[in-house]
């Protein structure tokens, strides 16, 4: 008798305690039914759902099938280790299964067995899903097609499923409403490449439809204002208008940024508890869109009393004076917040009573506003102020700089060690580094941190940008040729220039700048300008 008559040879894709059980599930991605294999005799343990479990061992895991994946780690991925021990029956199996399945790399699972006593040798036979050898799209331009490449980060390879079709559809009709082609059509053309086995080429047949702009812009709801005034809150969702330079296209993350902005303009007129209760966005026409926004406004509110809480360095006259807001004043949320540097109001150049405490070394000061409402038109502000202690600046530390010198960077900080943490120091060192034209300014951050209770180090990490400029121009005029040539070396080291190894292309890090320039018509006329 050969091997595999002397060995139960199984094909199993869920074990479990019910008392049916099958040898393979269909795909999720994949609702067409399957062949089912032959089961297990009735004695198989791994089938038996109402014997008593047995440990076993795993001696052996084959991987089967796999062609573009790494066996080692569906082995991992899966749970199927040799040298483990397992009860059968149980779910272990089935939750093996489950977890090949979830990676979408398959269209086909099944694990077999082969028993010899207590040991168990797993066999796991795999389907991968065809590659996208190709992506491909049609309809649109050679730019956008490469743009939407990019956004959609679809590479050669990967596996063609339907969740990744299905994922990629929805992601290009919502690439295409951002520009305004809010009826954009999307079909799908898959091509089985007839030289490469399990190769396909998707290609995304695009139509646009036309542009889709705003026609009316309605509210609902609102007393206090009218429609006029509410649309111009939003700063970039409008209505069509005789101004035909406003940009009309509807763009969802703009319309959410435009009713936070509607919100503030009642927070702003002491409206506190103005919501947006519902909106909806419905099809005018082929070509328009509407939008009906329902507002509940709210009661109309006032500051009756404002008291403050904790603060011990400052007066209270003083903080108060700062905070400008007082008995009877109109409630407004985002100037109270401004003028105490809180939330999205915090401007770090701005005076503020934030920034008066921070400025002053209280790194871990903060201020927090607590609102009682009194009455129906009434509220009570008490300012709650954590002080903390004064910070003193530990250790200035520079990072990323390859090509500048620390000294000359040093000499553009205002934080030094020894003195005590400043927050508008901070933001002139950020002004004076982004100046210097060797750092990208946009990613110039310090990052602050307290080391202990009254200490913190900063460390400047920079990115460096090339600041050098080579210039070249010429012409032809009065039957002769004109031409200049420049280059402007900005991180020039004078003192580097005879140092051995310095010349990379040339000796720079002390922030020295040279010009030259040459100008010539020929025969004629020759200039060789330094500077």
């Given at each position: 008798m050969n091997k595999f008559g002397k060995v139960f040879l199984a094909i199993v894709l869920a074990v479990s305690s019910t008392p049916e059980t099958f040898a393979q599930e269909p795909s999720p991605a994949d609702p067409a039914p399957r062949e089912t294999a032959v089961a297990f005799p009735e004695n198989a343990p791994m089938l038996r759902s109402d014997g008593t479990?047995?440990?076993?061992?795993?001696?052996?895991?084959?991987?089967?099938?796999v062609k573009y994946l790494n066996p080692e780690i569906l082995k991992s991925s899966a749970g199927l280790i040799a040298g483990d021990s397992i009860y059968l029956p149980s779910d272990f199996i089935a939750n093996a299964i489950s977890r090949l399945w979830s990676q979408r790399f398959?269209?086909?699972?099944?694990?077999?067995?082969?028993?010899?006593?207590?040991?168990?040798?797993?066999?796991?036979?795999?389907?991968?899903?065809?590659?996208?050898?190709?992506?491909?799209?049609?309809?649109?331009?050679?730019?956008?097609?490469?743009?939407?490449?990019?956004?959609?980060?679809?590479?050669r390879g990967s596996e063609l499923s339907d969740y990744v079709i299905d994922k990629n559809t929805k992601l290009i009709k919502k690439y295409w409403a951002d520009?305004?082609?809010?009826?954009?059509?999307?079909?799908?053309?898959?091509?089985?490449?007839?030289?490469?086995?399990?190769?396909?080429?998707?290609?995304?047949?695009?139509?646009?439809?036309?542009?889709?702009?705003?026609?009316?812009?309605?509210?609902?709801?609102?007393?206090?204002?009218?429609?006029?005034?509410?649309?111009?809150?939003?700063?970039?969702?409008?209505?069509?208008?005789?101004?035909?330079?406003?940009?009309?296209?509807?763009?969802?993350?703009?319309?959410?940024?435009?009713?936070?902005l509607l919100i503030d303009f009642y927070n702003s007129r002491g409206f506190r508890n103005a919501t947006v209760v519902r909106d909806s966005i419905y099809p005018i026409d082929d070509r328009r869109l509407g939008i009906d926004i329902e507002l509940s406004e709210g009661n109309?509110?006032?500051?009756?009393?404002?008291?403050?809480?904790?603060?011990?360095?400052?007066?209270?006259?003083?903080?108060?004076?700062?905070?400008?807001?007082?008995?009877?004043?109109?409630?407004?949320?985002?100037?109270?917040?401004?003028?105490?540097?809180?939330?999205?109001?915090?401007?770090?150049?701005?005076?503020?009573?934030?920034?008066?405490?921070?400025?002053?070394?209280?790194?871990?000061?903060?201020v927090e506003p607590a609102e009682?409402?009194?009455?129906?038109?009434?509220?009570?502000?008490?300012?709650?102020?954590?002080?903390?202690?004064?910070?003193?600046?530990?250790?200035?530390?520079?990072?990323?700089?390859?090509?500048?010198?620390?000294?000359?960077?040093?000499?553009?900080l205002a934080t030094y060690p020894g003195e005590l943490y400043d927050r508008s120091l901070l933001m002139r060192t950020l002004r004076l580094l982004g100046s210097m034209g060797h750092f990208n300014a946009e990613n110039i951050q310090p990052d602050i941190r307290p080391v202990s209770n009254e200490l913190v180090d900063i460390n400047w990490a920079l990115?460096?940008?090339?600041?050098?400029?080579?210039?070249?121009?010429?012409?032809?005029?009065?039957?002769?040729?004109?031409?200049?040539?420049?280059?402007?070396?900005?991180?020039?080291?004078?003192?580097?220039?005879?140092?051995?190894?310095?010349?990379?292309?040339?000796?720079?890090?002390q922030n020295q700048r040279l010009q030259i320039s040459a100008q010539t018509n020929g025969t004629y006329y020759l200039s060789l300008i330094p500077n």
């Open positions: 479990p047995r440990l076993y061992h795993i001696r052996n895991v084959d991987i089967h099938g398959f269209s086909d699972v099944k694990i077999g067995a082969q028993i010899e006593g207590d040991s168990l040798d797993l066999q796991v036979f795999l389907q991968e899903r065809p590659r996208v050898y190709d992506w491909a799209f049609e309809g649109v331009s050679k730019g956008k097609q490469k743009d939407l490449l990019e956004k959609l980060k679809l590479r520009k305004g082609f809010r009826n954009t059509e999307v079909d799908v053309r898959i091509k089985n490449d007839s030289v490469r086995p399990q190769a396909a080429t998707v290609t995304f047949v695009i139509d646009r439809k036309d542009k889709v702009k705003i026609g009316k812009i309605n509210f609902s709801g609102n007393e206090q204002f009218a429609d006029k005034r509410l649309r111009r809150t939003f700063k970039k969702t409008h209505q069509k208008s005789i101004n035909i330079f406003r940009n009309t296209k509807f763009n969802e993350t703009d319309f959410e940024d435009d009713k936070e109309k509110y006032y500051i009756r009393n404002v008291s403050w809480v904790g603060n011990s360095v400052y007066e209270t006259e003083e903080l108060q004076r700062m905070f400008g807001v007082k008995t009877g004043d109109t409630y407004d949320k985002k100037t109270m917040h401004k003028r105490l540097g809180i939330q999205k109001e915090t401007d770090l150049e701005a005076m503020s009573v934030s920034s008066l405490y921070q400025n002053n070394g209280y790194l871990m000061s903060q009682t409402i009194v009455g129906p038109d009434s509220i009570d502000l008490e300012i709650k102020v954590f002080e903390g202690k004064q910070f003193t600046i530990n250790n200035v530390g520079i990072t990323g700089n390859q090509r500048v010198d620390d000294e000359v960077i040093r000499r553009e990115e460096e940008q090339a600041s050098d400029q080579f210039n070249i121009a010429g012409g032809w005029g009065s039957g002769t040729f004109v031409g200049s040539v420049g280059i402007t070396l900005n991180n020039l080291s004078i003192r580097n220039f005879f140092k051995k190894g310095a010349w990379r292309p040339y000796p720079m890090g």
